[in-house]
C-alpha cells in the first residue's frame, strides 16, 4: 500500500529537519566549548598557570566543535549534490 504525502506534509517534515539540524548543532558547539573551557579552568587551577590552559581549551573547542558541525551537514551537502547530479 503506497502512502499519499501532499506538499504540506512534505514542508512539515523539513521544518522539523531542520530545527532539529539546529538544535544538534547548537548542542555540539555548547557541550564542547564548555567542557573543553571548563577542563583548562580545571587545570589551570590545579597547575597554578593562569590562563594558559583556559586559551588552550578554547582553541581545541573551537577545532572540535566546527568538524562537528561539518561532520552534521555533510550527510545534507552529499544529498544535495546527488539531487543536482540527477537532474
Request: aromatic content about 12%.
Amino acid at each position: 500500500m503506497k502512502k499519499n504525502t501532499n506538499n504540506g506534509e512534505k514542508d512539515a517534515f523539513e521544518i522539523a529537519y531542520a530545527i532539529s539540524l539546529i538544535t544538534q548543532i547548537g548542542v555540539v558547539v555548547s557541550v564542547t566549548t564548555i567542557s573543553f573551557i571548563y577542563s583548562g579552568y580545571y587545570l589551570d587551577k590545579q597547575l597554578d598557570k593562569s590562563p594558559m590552559f583556559v586559551i588552550l581549551g578554547a582553541l581545541l573547542a573551537f577545532v572540535f566543535s566546527m568538524y562537528g558541525v561539518y561532520r552534521l551537514v555533510l550527510p545534507i551537502s552529499k544529498k544535495k549534490e546527488k539531487k543536482e547530479n540527477v537532474k
